[in-house]
């Protein structure tokens, strides 16, 4: 017979893979810290392999809880989803949503108008700030969720978009002729930036920082001037743009990963709401559309 999951072990689990401690996921979800151990004990006898692995005083996820994180989080939500489908009160309140401007643009307008097609009562709040400053407001118990471009050195994300890394000129100038390279890139925590930099080192090609900026109409402007070379995912393109590639001699970029952010002190039914709606609405990955 199959052994069924525990949805309340399940959303224990996920609050420590979240958070990295046992300590913390115990706060969030309202139990002692050997109720939450208990837990976890007999959710790794259900599974039948070890969950976690203990860092130092970090819990880090084996091979086996990295492959169950991404079912525990489906089930979670889609536990919270068919209470909310029944409840007799329509969902009310306020939500806080981050983020990064570099995507706000190009995905905000969909999210929000099917949002609030859905959930009228609901009052939709939005921050528009670099990913590494919405982790911090995160951690602040400031937003609900978050819209981040991954990166492992942070904490692991719900992937649920892929889009190529490009370099970008104007379509108007030859700024990618210049020596050295003159460049408008993001703050010195910008994954973009370190990609670009490390690629033209890789290749010898001199450059300097000519603009920096965590905001990406900012960037796009000395783009557009011709005055800096920089790189963008393809959804930042914008018309008056120019692609650079490896034929005009620029490196191949690592792929942009983008992915959701939770709120691990105050989960809510609104928050996972917001979720299904923006994964819905953005997610290019679930049908193989883009490679991992």
């Given at each position: ?15 420590i ?6 300590t ?10 050997s ?8 959710l790794?006898?259900r ?9 130092g ?15 525990a989080?489906?089930i979670?939500?889609?536990?919270v ?6 409840g ?21 307008p969909?999210?929000?108008?099917r ?6 009562g609901?009052?939709?709040?939005v ?8 982790i911090?407001?995160l951690?602040?118990?400031?937003i609900?969720?978050?819209?981040v ?9 719900e ?29 010195p ?14 290749m ?10 965590g ?15 920089s ?5 930042g393109?914008?018309?008056?743009m120019r ?24 989960p ?25």
């Amino acid at each position: 017979m199959t052994t069924l999951l525990d949805v309340d072990q399940l959303r224990t689990f996920v609050a420590i893979a979240e958070t990295g401690s046992f300590t913390r996921a115990a706060e969030i979800v309202h139990k002692t810290q050997s109720a939450v151990s208990m837990q976890m004990k007999r959710l790794e006898e259900r599974i039948g392999r070890p969950l976690f692995a203990r860092d130092g005083r970090m819990s880090k996820l084996t091979e086996d809880g990295e492959r169950l994180l991404d079912y525990a989080r489906r089930i979670v939500r889609l536990n919270v989803e068919a209470v909310s489908a029944f409840g007799d009160e329509e969902l009310t309140g306020r939500v806080r949503l981050g983020v990064p401007d570099d995507y706000a643009d190009r995905y905000l307008p969909e999210i929000m108008a099917r949002f609030s097609r859905v959930y009228p009562g609901v009052e939709l709040t939005v921050f528009c700030e670099p990913s590494s400053d919405l982790i911090v407001r995160l951690d602040r118990n400031e937003i609900d969720i978050a819209i981040v471009t991954s990166c492992g050195a942070y904490r692991a994300s719900e992937i649920f978009r892929q889009e190529r890394l490009l370099w970008v000129t104007s379509n108007r100038h030859a700024t990618h002729l210049d020596t050295p390279l003159p460049l408008a890139l993001g703050r010195p925590t910008c994954n973009w930036r370190e990609a670009a930099i490390q690629g033209l080192d890789s290749m010898g090609r001199t450059h300097r920082l000519l603009f920096s900026s965590g905001n990406a109409g900012a960037i796009s402007a000395a783009v557009l001037a011709g005055l800096a070379v920089s790189v963008l995912p393809t959804s930042g393109l914008r018309p008056g743009m120019r692609v650079l590639t490896p034929a005009d001699g620029f490196p191949e970029l690592p792929p942009c990963r983008i992915g959701l952010l939770r709120n691990p002190h105050e989960p809510s039914a609104l928050a996972d709401a917001l979720a299904g709606h923006i994964v819905s609405s953005l997610d290019n990955l679930s049908a193989g559309a883009a490679a991992e």
